[in-house]
């Protein structure tokens, strides 16, 4: 069974990093391309980033880019997010995400998500 | 950018009832569309992949069709199950989310 759990989140003031990480189970990790995706409160889903199976390529939207970066270990099943330089804007719940197979696919599952909250 | 726009952003709907949600791309996304499902408090779960493929373990009352900009999500029979809110999501270029539809039982 694909397993996602998030881990990391919590209060942050503006302007400090915090870095998430997602622990992968159930699956060979090496094998997928991986990605974050947040969601504001009651707001709608966004895409944070997508990093390749080697971590070699990585791609942002304007939003975070110069800002964030993922990352993976993949002899620990893991993929990281460092968040630097934090907004009120990016708080919201974090999700880790697995597209199907490699490239630009549609995220078959997801993590339970962990909240983020950037606030003074 | 793509963007995405979902209607109607509620829908109230009776049990037994054929529902149908909609999405439109600013731009043709060659079928790279996909459906979520987002119950309170709960991840999103992926129904249908690619227009109109439906994902493992999601019941057959689910469908998905449409080409070019213009896509639909079709409940066949709404179930009490169902109330949840639907996000669209292309991935023709980059990933770029609709706003969601939220469905309400009427």
């Known amino acids: 069974e694909v397993q996602l759990v998030e881990s990391g989140g919590g209060l942050v003031q503006p302007g400090r990093s915090l870095k998430l990480s997602c622990a992968a189970s159930?699956?060979?990790?090496?094998?997928?391309?991986m990605a974050w995706v947040r969601q504001a409160p009651k707001k709608g889903l966004e895409w944070v980033a997508t990093i390749s199976t080697s971590g070699s390529r990585t791609y942002y939207p304007d939003s975070v880019k110069g800002r964030f970066t993922i990352s993976r270990d993949n002899a620990k099943s893991s993929l990281y997010l460092q968040m630097n330089s934090l907004k009120s804007e990016d708080t919201a719940t974090y999700y880790c995400?697995?597209?199907?197979?490699?490239?630009?696919?549609?995220?078959?599952?997801w993590g339970q998500g962990t909240l983020v909250t950037v606030s003074s | 950018d793509i963007q995405m726009t979902q209607s109607p952003p509620v829908l109230s709907a009776s049990v037994g009832d054929r529902v149908t949600l909609s999405c439109k791309a600013s731009q043709n996304i060659n079928k790279n569309l996909d459906w979520y499902q987002q119950k309170h408090g709960e991840a999103p779960k992926l129904l249908i992949y690619?227009?109109?493929n439906l994902q493992t373990g999601i019941p057959s009352r689910f469908s998905g069709s449409g080409s070019g900009t213009d896509y639909t999500l079709t409940i066949s029979s709404l179930q009490p199950e169902d109330v949840a809110t639907y996000f669209c999501?292309?991935?023709?270029?980059?990933?770029?989310f609709g706003a969601g539809t939220k469905l309400e039982l009427k």
């Open positions: 690619y227009t109109n």
């Open positions: 995400a697995r597209p199907e197979g490699t490239g630009n696919n549609w995220f078959a599952y």
């Open positions: 999501l292309q991935h023709s270029s980059r990933y770029t």
């Open positions: 159930g699956f060979t990790f090496s094998n997928y391309y």
